[in-house]
């Protein structure tokens, strides 16, 4: 995917955590920062992929599977 799709794909996924988990959400090059409460991560394009860390905090890590499917399944919807 040329790198300006593969960027706004990401930004579809942050504005889908910015709804569904309230986190803020701005780019530093081409990594993408999220945060909010209890979240803390980044999308980073690569050169053919992207690396997805999020820290979840005590309260958050109950959601662990919550927030990692929704993620994942906006990725795999955006880039297959």
Known sequence: MPPPQARHAVQEVAEML???FGVEYGW???VLNFNRAGIDGHIALLPQELHVRAQLGFMLSMMKGSIESEIRRVLSERFH
Do not use: I, N, V
Request: charged share 50%; net charge negative.
């Open 18 to 20: 910015a709804q569904r």
């Open 28 to 30: 530093d090059g081409d």
